[in-house]
């Protein structure tokens, strides 16, 4: 019992030092003393807990993720990585994972890309909030960037990214900052400078940032223009499985004499029927009336920094090919916000007025039981694609179903009571993509439905 117990303390002493895990010395120190067979069981089950544990954390999550980019790539050195279209395909399987919550088949897809998901408690709101970090492990050698997913969010639609961190100076700290006081869905920022690798990007669009002198293609390092990216997948995935979310990226620029302060657009010159850019741009002018702005689907005649070759906008507004194409509609739900150094990206002073901004087009709407992706727990939509565009809509709790057609129309509007399988019929429609969102267990869910 003596054992047992000093294997209790040493399990409970590893379990309060975070992300430690057992080692081969302890291991070799308990193999040397004299323990009966019925006592390894028990140091296998010590084991693994031990290892499950070594992947929590707690404190203040605005500074764990400070402290995670600090040291990025820098603008040379070849070190971001690109991944293969294996390791792309895994890593989108992971992020779905992640949304619906399966932690452990995430960790297990994640482990062999050198990353891992740290369920991280942020003890600086009240009460704690649970996060799920995927963070490339130490040392770090593939620099694919560092995506942050609220396990219960209030504002379950936004997701903030970063995609130029470093390089655009502190929009990732901006991010951070925001993200960490919005309760937002989710937060991706980049693992490299944009001109840290000199391979050049396929896709088009050319940029002055790596080579001033001359317009070159953008770098692969770049994952606003690069689809091969874990970034431009996690985009796609998340889109995939909650096509409702708005993406606000946050971008730098230097300021010319003729320029604006702020430069937000959603990546067309396409006014979307929802336009968040331009409610995003009156509660910054309301924080700061000394901003100046250009909305390039209202100012039609500006075409500098429009986001129109960032491929996660193309993808957003539903170009078929976001290497190459751009969107030729908008959805309104990419936002992509150049900002001027000083007024909104420098301090804290600036980053509050986005926070604030930000906070206020999207209000906190929370749901009971709420978690990263409620698709587990609503109905199934079936068959989907289909031919005879009589769908099945199969669960629990059903209370309505609204479908709108790509153009924001609604095609169909019922209220149900509490049922459990119910069909829709849409053959007098034509052929397209639409959208189904189902009210059921005091939940909301919004996806695609193709009609061939």
Same mark, same amino acid.
């Given at each position: ?143 694919? @960037?560092?995506?942050?997913?609220? &396990?219960? /969010?209030?504002?379950?639609?936004? =997701?903030?990214?970063?995609?130029? !961190?470093?390089? *655009? ?82 971008? @730098?620029?230097?300021?010319?004499? &003729?320029? /604006?302060?702020?430069?937000?657009? =959603?990546?067309?010159?396409?006014? !979307?029927?929802? *336009? ?102 609503? !109905? ?73």
């Amino acid at each position: 019992m003596h054992l047992i117990r000093r294997l209790e303390e040493v399990f409970l002493a590893n379990r309060r030092t975070q992300f430690q895990t057992v080692t081969p010395v302890l291991l070799l120190k308990l193999n040397n003393l004299q323990m009966k067979k019925i006592i390894y069981p028990f140091l296998l089950l010590i084991i693994s807990l031990q290892l499950g544990y070594a992947q929590v954390g707690s404190g203040s999550l605005e500074d764990y993720l400070d402290d995670y980019v600090t040291n990025l790539p820098g603008n040379d050195g070849n070190d971001y990585v690109q991944p293969t279209n294996a390791q792309l395909n895994d890593w989108g399987t992971m992020i779905g994972h992640i949304l619906g919550q399966d932690i452990v088949a995430a960790r297990a897809l994640a482990a062999p890309l050198n990353y891992r998901i740290v369920e991280y408690t942020n003890t600086d709101e009240i009460p704690n909030q649970v996060y799920y970090v995927l963070e490339e492990k130490s040392p770090r050698v593939k620099h694919w @960037g560092v995506y942050v997913f609220n &396990s219960s /969010p209030c504002r379950q639609t936004l =997701n903030l990214q970063a995609p130029h !961190p470093k390089a *655009d100076f502190r929009t990732e700290k901006q991010a951070i900052y925001c993200f960490t006081r919005l309760n937002a869905h989710s937060l991706f920022i980049a693992g490299a400078r944009r001109c840290n690798h000199q391979d050049l990007s396929n896709c088009s669009g050319t940029t002055k940032v790596c080579t001033p002198q001359q317009s070159n293609p953008f770098r692969i390092s770049d994952v606003a223009h690069n689809v091969g990216s874990a970034f431009q997948k996690a985009t796609e995935i998340l889109l995939s499985e909650q096509p409702e979310t708005i993406f606000v990226q946050l971008h @730098g620029f230097a300021k010319k004499s &003729s320029d /604006p302060y702020v430069i937000i657009s =959603n990546g067309t010159k396409y006014l !979307p029927i929802t *336009d968040y850019a331009s409610l995003i741009k009156d509660e910054l002018l309301i924080a700061d009336p000394t901003l100046t702005f250009k909305v390039p689907h209202i100012d039609l005649t500006w075409n500098r920094l429009i986001g129109s070759t960032n491929t996660q906008g193309r993808l957003i507004n539903g170009s078929n090919n976001p290497c190459n194409v751009s969107a030729v509609s908008a959805t309104g739900q990419f936002v992509h916000i150049e900002q001027e150094k000083f007024k909104l990206r420098n301090d804290v002073t600036g980053w509050d007025k986005m926070y604030n901004a930000l906070s206020n087009v999207f209000p906190c709407l929370p749901l009971a039981n709420a978690r990263i992706s409620r698709i587990a727990s609503l !109905p199934k939509v079936y068959p989907n694609p289909t031919v005879s565009r009589v769908f099945t809509i199969e669960g629990s709790s059903i209370t309505g179903v609204v479908v709108t057609n790509i153009n924001g129309e609604t095609v169909w509007n019922e209220n149900y009571s509490n049922q459990s399988k119910i069909q829709i019929d849409l053959s007098k429609f034509s052929k397209g993509m639409y959208f189904i969102t189902i009210e059921a267990n005091h939940q909301r869910q919004t996806q695609k439905l193709i009609l061939k």
